[in-house]
């Protein structure tokens, strides 16, 4: 992956729904989008998965799927984004070998260092701020922090975590070339126009 591709939206639980905010990410150029279901059927997110890879198949989006290489692999997603306690990326690799990128969320510049070994093709730093979206919590960073893990990073790096379009400059300043958001897009009734927001923020300070 580039160093730089601006916005990764992560698609949970949208005020519209999953497809159209796929929709909305490929009209308005997206480099990626993840799909994160969290607490429904295999079936239902497999179905799910269906519908966003026919969405950005033929598109420059990148679909990632959240947490499980089986069900990326199954739906021929681009990739998958695993956590800390989720299979390991060497041994995802090796079983999954029509994947070819792999995300890896850090929450400590411990874990962005030891990332180095582990050969992720791009990192999550956060939770930046506080949020909501994950029912136990990591320890929320700050900008100081955050600004430490992405100048250790080895890999492209992506910063998470309560980010929004008021947030995102002092992000940017703090030396985020990547943001991911989750609330700021799908909690819109609208969110190719939320999209595009986050979109000029971004342009006008990178």
Known sequence: MKNSFGLYLVIT?????????????????????????KHVSRERIVATAKSLRAITAGTSTLFIVNDDPAIAAEVGADGVHLGQTDLPIPVARERFPSL?????????????????????????IGPVYATPTKEIPDATLGLETMRKMLSAAPVPAVAIGGIDAERLPDVLRAGAQ?????????????PYAAIRRLKDTYKTLV
């Open 100 to 124: 070819k990128i792999f995300g890896l969320s850090t929450h400590s510049l411990e874990q962005v260092e030891a990332a180095r070994e582990l050969t992720p093709d791009y990192i999550g």
């Open 178 to 190: 990547n943001f991911a958001v989750v609330r700021a897009v799908c909690g819109s009734p609208d």
């Open 13 to 37: 639980d949208p005020a519209t729904s999953y497809e159209t905010c796929a929709d909305a990410a490929v009209r308005a150029g997206l480099r990626v989008i993840q799909l994160r279901m």
